[in-house]
Every structure is written in C-alpha cells, then in structure tokens.
C-alpha cells in the first residue's frame, strides 16, 4: 500500500462521533482495536444521504469486543462514527490509504 499510513488512538465516548470523514480519504484499509479490557465499542456509518451523526446514524456493522481488532478495506464513501457501551475506552486507529 503506498498512499501513505495515519495512526492515532481515540477516547471514545458512548455518544456517537466521527472516525474518519470519507472527504478525508481515498479507498484505505483500516485497522481498528479495542485497548479496553471490559467496554464494547460499535463503530458503524450512516447511509442516508446527509451522512451525519444523529438518530439515524444506526448502521452498525462492527462490534468490537474487549482487546478485540478489525482490518477491513473502506471505499471511503460514508464517514465512519464510533461509539461505546459505556464509560471512555481508547481506541487504536491505523488507516492505510491505497495508491491511485
């Protein structure tokens, strides 16, 4: 993969936010893990068309248990948000754009 690499950790709240804004990124590859060792954290994307976080942001399609990872390929057509069951885990980030 060779359009460059972006690692971050991020506090996630049990309120939904932002992940990555697909404005942001080409088609990535994406790294995900739990650091937490006891709280859930979701992290979804909505599809309808104004792509915000809010109610109908409910399109949840990874659970991420306690200490678990996800590698998965992104076209970067939705912005992706996270959220947690509870409390204030951290979540590691690595995103690997791919060449054009």
Do not use: C
């Amino acid at each position: 993969i060779s359009g460059g690499a972006q690692s971050f950790q991020k506090q996630v709240s049990d309120t939904k936010s932002n992940l990555l804004l697909a404005a942001s990124y080409t088609k990535s590859y994406v790294y995900l893990q739990n650091l937490d060792t006891s709280i859930i954290i979701n992290i979804g994307m909505d599809t309808a068309s104004d792509d915000t976080v809010d109610n109908d942001a409910t399109d949840l399609f990874i659970e991420l248990g306690p200490g678990e990872f996800a590698f998965f390929p992104w076209s970067s057509t939705y912005n992706l948000h996270v959220d947690a069951a509870s409390g204030t885990p951290i979540l590691e980030v690595r995103i690997y754009q791919a060449s054009s």
